[in-house]
Nanobody
Framework: QVQLVESGGGLVQAGGSLRLSCAASGRTVSGYAMAWFRQAPGKEREFVAAVSWSGGRTDYADSVKGRFTISRGSKNTLYLQMNSLKPEDTAVYYC?????????????????WGQGTQVTVSS
């Protein structure tokens, strides 16, 4: 009964920035972690970043450390600030919610998914 909707994707040149948002609706599960994953054409879906319910603990994929920042806002909103974007960041980005507190990088941990938002980075 939880719905996640991503927004903020688009086309940007290499070195530019974008901020993705994820809005959750429906019954909220207290104490759950949330995360961002991405999937490029012909590639497997991969972990990008995760954050605990309180926002006090985060985890990032090595490929985005120092460039991306995950955070939680008000009204059950999740953000992903993406700076210094590279062409290899091009993918569909998905918001996901878990039913446990620990922000694990495993896809199987997350039971709720958004529809995805396209991010395209040109060289």
């Amino acid at each position: 009964q939880v719905q996640l909707v991503e927004s903020g994707g688009g086309l940007v040149q290499a070195g530019g920035s974008l901020r993705l948002s994820c809005a959750a609706s429906g019954r909220t599960v207290s104490g759950y972690a949330m995360a961002w994953f991405r999937q490029a054409p012909g590639k497997e879906r991969e972990f990008v970043a995760a954050v605990s319910w309180s926002g006090g603990r985060t985890d990032y994929a090595d490929s985005v450390k120092g460039r991306f920042t995950i955070s939680r806002g008000s009204k059950n909103t999740l953000y992903l600030q993406m700076n210094s974007l590279k062409p290899e960041d091009t993918a569909v980005y998905y918001c996901a919610a878990s039913q446990i507190a620990t922000p694990l990088p495993r896809i199987t941990t997350y039971g709720y998914w958004g529809q995805g938002t396209q991010v395209t980075v040109s060289s």
